[in-house]
């Protein structure tokens, strides 16, 4: 059923006003800045953000900087974000506006919809910040936020009610300040809305008004279904060293991980028994092997459980497998060229453990 949000309008805009934090693409909401700083925040933190955005603009500071980059080197300034596709999608959404728009970022909705990587609540968000276009940008945080301000228990995944809302609040989003409401309800789902965890009600400026708080039902707000159990998969990492360089190699163009670089490895769990079994049968002499440790990463419906070995080699063998498709590496190399996905973290760690004291230009 649709809901008059009328009311919160004013609150939040003092709020924000007040509370608003200090972030480069709010301080200077060029279109360009307002959009790659959306498409890195999908599922990522603002804090985290900050480093990335800042070391982006600085290597690339306009469309036409990002229209024409290698994409290596893309990725590399992309590595640590995750979601690889979208550093790819911001590339070709700015070659069409190199392209078709003369390097300079349509403020239209729509046709900022048009573009690869930009969705529905991303298109809302520049056409409003950037353009102060009269917009909704409805993410999960404005989700949360005005369906617990309205008290209602709709199951948020369904495309109806997510329709009703952008209704709403079109009805009620100031033509004045579109930009800043819509930056309101996302600062009040960062900040104090928060979606785990208890909810800041008594720093909330429309808590007065929120029927979830005063019906007690906030736990219950949002609704959506569970999530369905997502696969386990074990894997054996290797991390291959001879004379002081290491073996990575690209993964496929298509699937997870599309084109990035990885360690070898073993789609398996192996103890250090079975590994020196199975280096042996690839023709892999190990001088050393070193148990690097454990970790998991998790992607959106498959988790990564490795186990890596740093394994020294003490030379290299004519025919292997794991060797076919490598390059060999050094340190600088790794840390300045070559993008390796958060996955492979604790493994890349290993051998860039002095890193700070590499010499990086």
């Not at 980059?69 to 995750?82: F, R």
Request: proline share 6%; aromatic share 10%; charged share 25%.
């Amino acid at each position: 059923m649709s809901y008059d949000y009328g009311e919160i309008v004013p609150y939040l805009l003092t709020w924000f006003d007040y509370n608003a934090r200090i972030l480069a693409w709010r301080d200077n909401p060029k279109p360009y800045y307002v959009w790659v700083s959306e498409i890195m925040l999908q599922q990522t933190r603002v804090e985290a953000v900050k480093g990335y955005f800042d070391r982006f603009i600085k290597a690339l500071p306009n469309i036409q900087a990002l229209a024409e980059v290698e994409e290596d080197k893309l990725l590399k300034l992309w590595e640590g974000l995750g979601y690889y596709n979208r550093a790819r999608n911001l590339q070709k959404a700015a070659q069409i506006v190199v392209r078709d728009y003369a390097g300079e970022l349509p403020g239209d909705y729509h046709m900022l919809l048009s573009l690869p990587g930009i969705g529905e609540y991303t298109a809302g968000a520049i056409a409003s910040i950037a353009f102060q276009k009269p917009v909704p940008a409805i993410d999960g945080n404005v989700l949360r936020v005005m369906k617990r301000i309205a008290g209602s228990t709709d199951d948020i995944t369904r495309l109806s009610v997510k329709k009703e809302l952008w209704t709403d609040i079109e009805r009620i989003i100031p033509k004045d300040r579109p930009g800043d409401f819509n930056q309101s309800l996302m600062e009040l789902g960062a900040m104090v809305c928060v979606p785990n965890g208890k909810p800041d009600c008594e720093h909330c400026p429309v808590v007065h008004i929120c029927k979830a708080f005063h019906e007690d039902t906030i736990a219950l707000i949002p609704n959506k279904p569970a999530k369905k159990p997502r696969k386990k998969e074990e894997r054996t990492i290797l991390v291959l060293e001879y004379q002081d360089k290491y073996a990575i190699r690209r993964r496929k163009q298509n699937g997870l991980l599309a084109g990035l670089w990885e360690f070898p490895g073993v789609e398996m769990k192996l103890n250090l028994k079975e590994l020196k079994r199975e280096l042996t049968s690839q023709g892999i002499l190990a001088a050393e092997i070193q148990p690097i440790g454990d970790a998991k990463h998790i992607f959106s419906h498959v988790e990564w459980h490795m186990t890596g070995y740093h394994i020294k080699m003490k030379e290299l063998p004519n025919n292997s497998p794991y060797l076919d498709s490598v390059i060999w590496a050094g340190r600088n190399e790794i840390l300045s060229d070559y993008s390796i996905p958060n996955a492979y973290e604790t493994f890349r760690k290993n051998i860039l453990f002095n890193e700070e004291n590499l010499n990086i230009k």
